[in-house]
Each structure stands twice: as C-alpha cells, then as structure tokens.
C-alpha cells in the first residue's frame, strides 16, 4: 500500500470540496436544510500553473471553482452543500493528521488547521439547531406529551439574509385551572416546562442567529478563499515528500488505531458497563459553568475514532490494494453512541447554562434541573452502549 492511494483519497475528497461548492453557488447559497447561505460569486478559476495558489477575491464575495462535470452515475438524490463542504473538510483535514509524515509538511501544517476551521465553522448552526430540538423532544416526553410544539411560519421561504434569523418557538401557557376544572391534559406542557422551552427557544435561537451570521462571513471572507484556492490545487497535485513514493501507508494507519485503543483502554468502561453511574452526577449542582469534567476522555475518544475510520478509507480507497481492510462493524456502532454521547452532554450542559438565568421563576428553574438530569442520563446510556458495542468481538460481530 503506497502513497499513491493516499495521493487518490486526497484527490477525490478535494474533488468533493469542490463539487459542494459548486452546488453551493448554483443553489445561491441554500443549502438543503437551509443552513449557510453565502452571496453567489463571480466566476473565476484558481491559477497555479506553476503551482502558486489562486490569487483570493474580494473579501465579502465567495469563490467559484471547478471539479469538472458532474458524474452522471452519481446519485440524484438532493444534497446540502453545506453538509457536503463539512464532510469533505473533515476528511481533508483527519486524513492529513495521520498520515503528514508522507506530505510536504509545511503545507500540511498549515492546511490542517484551516479546514478545521473551515468545518467547525459550518458546523454550528446544525448544532444550535439539533440541540434545541433535542431538549424541546425531551420536555415533551419528560411532560407526557407526544407532540411537539408548533412553530411560528417564517414570512415566506427562509432565504439567504445576513441575519439569518430561525423560525421560532411557540408555546402556549395554559391559563391557571379553576378550581372546579378537570385535571390538566397530560399531553399539554406545565407551565414551569412551557416556559423553559421558550427559555431554551429564545437562548439557542440567538445562538444559531449568531452562527449563521458567522458562516456567512466565513464564507465570504479571503481566508475562506485562500482555504478553496489550495483544495482546487490538491484535487490536481498532491504534495508529497519525495521519499514517500515507495513508502507503506499501513504503519501509520495502525498507528491510529492505537492511539484509538489507548484511549479507550483509559476510559472507565468498568463503570460504563452499568446503565447507571452515579459518580457522574456528583458535580451535577456545582456552580462551575465548564463543561462536566467527566466528558472529555469520551469527546477524545470520539475524534480518534473519527481520525482511525478515515485512515481505513484512506486503505480501502486504493484499488491496487488487493485486500481491503475488513469491516469492523463494532466502528459503526460505536461512533453512534459517542455522537449521542456528544449531543446529551452538550444539551445538558444547555439546560444548565438556561437554568442559571437570573429572576426565572422556581417552576422553571425546577424544569431545567428535570431537564438536565435527563441529559445527564442520556449521557450514561450513551457510554453504556459504547462499552456494549465497543467490547464484541468483532469476528464474532460479522457472523
């Protein structure tokens, strides 16, 4: 396995940049789930035929590139470009992590980094977004209630505006019941519950407005420019040190897959083996805002993952290999529980941030704190079903 099939993976992922940028700006900057908007640009090839980058346009516009016509056997079904453009980033930026001692490293250190940025970046709004809905799915089923709450309806369809604004919550507060009046539906929100989700709605929704705005500009600005003009050279040219061409692309990846392993092995799987763990709710009153001091070995964990499962694409990739790497089904399984890991953690570490909103009401209050163990719990049957998956054997697994 040389560094030719590293040299292709780099090629397709930066022709798939590419590609979603195109999209990007033939859509006008809607994407799917109408997260990012940019302004369409003006269209202009990147230069570099002696291998200089592209000269970066006006700061404010976004760029135009190529990836050359779209394949005609590639699937129809639609495709958020902002989506599109994350995953390729990320790709980019993991496969050039592990496998840097290959590539020019000067080049590598510092593209590395930016299309960090550049997917981190794009990254926010979604996240806002999903843990809004997240903690509003929660109060419903915490409050017997099958059904959302209803959203007011944007003025017309959600376009491309600097602001960005998101649809926002409406949520009714039942009136006080008489005395003489039937119990309360179970299906309707408590008054305590309503308001925390309007809390909830009014934090996150600025937090989104304020993520969206920021990928707007990201996507205008001259360092996002400067970041497409050197993918649009790597989807041609990849830089490769000139003592990598013979060089075997296997070491490295099970490098990665050790560095995964160690830090797995540190995790308290023992205490994750038991659908409950009480240890994790010691600091559940502290007043420390950071975040819980559990969840970081678990969030490493997760990004190593990542980083081994783009090291075995990267293997799997090259059609000269003969024999690709076995599917490890545990990988699948496994990064699922530490996404849910992520998600609780972050939206319990929300309910707490909305519960320490001066002058609620105590019914709110009470709420949240409902809320945040909640999440909390949701946080310990993540880590369960990853001791669960993470600890077949994988032959077994396959059969």
């Known amino acids: ?38 302004p369409p640009p003006a269209r202009r090839q990147p230069s570099g035929t002696d291998g200089a980058e592209g000269t970066g346009g006006a700061e404010g516009t976004a760029p135009a590139y190529t990836a050359g016509p779209l394949d005609p056997t590639a699937p129809t ?95 009714t507060v039942p009136p006080p019941a008489h005395p003489s009046a039937k119990a309360p539906d179970r299906g309707s929100l408590t008054v305590g519950a309503a308001k925390a989700g309007a809390l909830l709605d009014r934090q996150l929704t600025l937090a989104r407005t304020r993520a969206h705005s920021t990928a707007l500009q990201a996507l205008g600005s001259s360092r996002f420019h400067a970041v497409a003009d050197k993918v649009a050279l790597l989807a041609s040219e990849v830089p490769l040190r000139t003592t990598a061409a013979m060089a075997d692309l296997r070491p490295l990846a099970s490098a990665a897959e050790e560095r995964l392993a ?30 819980h001091p559990q969840d970081a070995p678990w969030h490493q964990v997760r990004l190593l993952l990542r980083l081994h499962r783009y090291a075995r694409e990267v293997i799997a990739h090259s059609t000269a290999a003969g024999h690709p790497p076995a599917a490890d089904p545990r990988l699948h399984a496994a990064a699922q529980a530490l996404d849910r890991h992520r998600d609780a953690s972050e939206a319990a570490a929300a309910a707490a941030h909305a519960a320490r909103t001066p002058r609620i009401a105590p019914a709110t209050a ?7 163990a909640d999440q909390r719990h949701e946080v310990e049957a993540a880590r369960y079903a990853f001791q669960r998956s993470w600890q077949k054997d994988p032959a077994t697994t396959r059969g």
């Open 262 to 291: 160690d830090a797995v092995a540190a995790l308290p799987l023992v205490t994750a083996g038991h659908p409950y763990n009480a240890e994790a709710l010691v600091h559940g009153l502290s007043p420390d805002p950071a975040p």
């Open 366 to 372: 009470y709420a949240l704190g409902v809320l945040h």
């Open 1 to 38: 396995m040389t560094a030719d099939a590293l040299a292709g993976y780099l090629r397709a992922q930066a022709t798939e940049f590419l590609r979603a940028l195109r999209l990007h700006r033939e859509s006008g900057g809607a994407g799917g789930n109408g997260a990012h908007h940019a």
């Open 77 to 171: 079904a639609p495709v958020d470009p902002a989506l599109a453009l994350r995953r390729a980033a990320r790709r980019l930026s993991g496969t050039l992590h592990t496998y840097q001692p290959l590539l020019d490293a000067d080049w590598a250190e510092e593209m590395r980094p930016e299309l960090a940025w550049l997917s981190g970046t794009l990254a926010l709004e979604h996240a806002y977004a999903s843990r809004l809905e997240r903690l509003l799915q929660a109060l419903h089923r915490l409050s017997g209630s099958s059904a959302l709450p209803g959203r007011r309806p944007a003025a017309g369809a959600r376009t491309a505006t600097a602001a960005g604004s998101a649809p926002a919550l409406t949520m």
